[in-house]
């Protein structure tokens, strides 16, 4: 896509959404279902996935490195379509920037998880960063007297998914390493990394036919309340879809190839 030149920014009436790669493409899946006028510009750091295993100071300045990148493209809104870069960043974000666009940060949905299954065991998969962070830690705590939480850090698993090719054996062969012991023990799983719906089969494959929780839906909802909030909802022809534009740090036709296949397998 040229970019146009001159005072107008080329993403002025986007909506910004944010992942370390391709994850946030399926919390997208769900913003365009939500709110199908919108225009999207989606913007994973694939050059630099994964983030949840860095330092957090290293998925600090990575994080605010692309925002500032979706910022300067004229984007209207931000979602960071990341647990791990939400739960390491969304202070620095917010206080740059919510003043003068909404700012949506996802985080894993323990608490629908805990209202569903109440005094239930609760298996939550997530990178390392995020389970670490205050953000899962705090919130666990919070909602400990409603269900049982067991973090399990799935260490490998998003670097895996970039790759794609989801029914290969040594995906299986992972799942089964981060999860296989958990099998027939818990009551739920939730998807606490945005990389993880896209092997939603994968893991059902692994853990038995148990309920998957992910906040994909809910960020969704909350993006269509801010945008109300700020009178920034987009007012397209009815029946009439926004567009939707997929860039990453790794730009090379097979990734961008790639994030349209993740796109339209999640649809
Ligand atoms: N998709 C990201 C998340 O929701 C993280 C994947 C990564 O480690 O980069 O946590």
Redesign the pocket.
């Known amino acids: 896509m040229t970019e146009k030149s001159g005072a107008e920014p080329a993403y002025k009436d986007y909506i910004g959404v944010f992942?370390?790669?391709v994850?946030?493409i399926s919390v997208l899946h769900d913003l365009k279902r939500e709110l199908p006028q919108e225009n999207f510009l989606y913007y994973g750091d694939s050059a630099n996935?994964?983030?949840?295993?860095?330092p957090i100071e290293k998925i600090r300045t990575l994080t605010m490195n692309s925002v500032d990148y979706l910022v300067s493209q004229g984007v209207k809104a931000l979602v960071i379509?990341?647990?791990?870069?939400?739960?390491a960043a969304i202070p620095a974000i917010r206080e740059k920037y919510e003043a003068a666009m909404p700012v949506i940060g996802?985080e894993p949905a323990i608490k629908p998880a805990a209202e569903a299954f109440p005094h239930g065991r609760i298996l939550v998969m997530?990178?390392p960063?995020?389970l670490k962070l205050d953000k899962y830690t705090k919130l666990s705590k919070e909602l400990a007297w409603e269900a049982e939480f067991v973090p399990v850090a799935c260490t490998g698993l998003?670097?895996r998914?970039?790759k794609g090719n989801f029914d290969a054996p040594d995906m299986n062969a992972l799942l089964e390493k981060l999860l296989g012991q958990y099998r027939g023990k818990v009551d739920a799983v939730v998807l606490?990394?945005?990389?993880?719906p896209f092997i939603r089969k994968q893991i059902q494959k692994v853990m038995g036919d148990i309920p998957l929780f992910d906040g994909g839906a809910g960020t969704a909802r909350q993006l269509r309340r801010q945008l109300l909030n700020r009178g920034l909802l987009r007012e397209g022809p009815q029946g009439v879809a926004g567009k939707c534009v997929l860039k990453s740090s790794l730009d090379t036709d097979a990734e961008i190839k790639l994030y349209h296949e993740m796109l339209q397998c999640i649809s």
């Open positions: 992942d370390s790669g994850g946030g996935a994964p983030y949840g295993e860095k379509a990341c647990n791990t870069a939400t739960s996802v997530a990178t960063a995020t998003a670097g998914i970039e606490g990394c945005t990389h993880y």
